[in-house]
């Protein structure tokens, strides 16, 4: 089925659901039934849209968000100079613009009271979020946070795209143990 024109469910939830089940699933949606079965010994394709669905989730119910076009309008062109990058595109209008709920939890405020328990990660060059924010953060958290910071670029430390073993191997051993380093690590590029 192409992923074109009109249609019940965006493209990628198509293209996850229908990968691995039977002819008719669209029908089934389309009139609220049950999903035919998978043929048997088939494994069910993994949702595609599983994890911008959750992303949405988190970031759509944990905010306020503009509901006005022209806002996400100045914003494109302002943040179109300011970070050409990749400003335009991170300012732009999303589906929170038009989440039905409002945010479920009160906003937190970031402070160096609470438990040491912080890792931090970071590109030096992440187009996405830029190395100034994540040091605005990292002071605001204190000696609770420590922060690694990688010579590299690209969106994502740790297993997604990266292959900095120094990097890696301080995330894992605070995944598995809890220790972290005892101060702020950085971490050089290393060749792919």
């Known amino acids: ?15 996850g659901i ?3 089940r039977p002819a008719g699933i669209w029908q089934a949606l389309a009139a609220n039934r049950p999903l035919p079965p998978l043929p048997a010994g088939s494994e069910p394709a993994p949702d595609a849209d599983n994890e911008l669905s959750s992303h949405l989730y988190v970031i759509c119910g944990g ?10 309008q ?3 062109a302002i943040d179109r100079i300011r970070y050409p990058s990749y ?3 991170a300012a732009n209008i999303r589906a929170c613009a038009y989440w039905p709920s409002q945010p479920i939890d009160p906003k937190v405020r970031v402070s160096g009271n609470g438990p ?3 890792l931090m990660t970071q590109n030096r060059r992440d187009p996405g979020t830029p190395l100034t924010g994540a040091r605005q953060l990292r002071a605001a958290f ?4 420590r922060m690694v910071t990688v010579d590299q670029g690209g969106h994502g430390v740790y297993l997604f795209g990266s292959e900095n073993t120094c990097a890696s191997d301080t995330v894992t051993t605070f995944l598995t143990t809890g220790g972290r ?7 050089a590029a290393e060749p792919r």
């Open 116 to 118: 040491s328990n912080v």
């Open 74 to 76: 100045r914003d494109v």
């Open 18 to 20: 229908s990968a691995g």
């Open 181 to 187: 380093p005892a101060h702020d690590r950085t971490c």
């Open 142 to 145: 204190g000696d609770r946070a």
């Open 63 to 72: 905010n306020r968000w503009s509901k006005s076009v022209r806002s996400y």
């Open 1 to 15: 089925m192409p992923c074109s024109g009109r249609r019940l469910l965006p493209c990628s939830t198509r293209i």
């Open 87 to 89: 400003g335009a595109a």
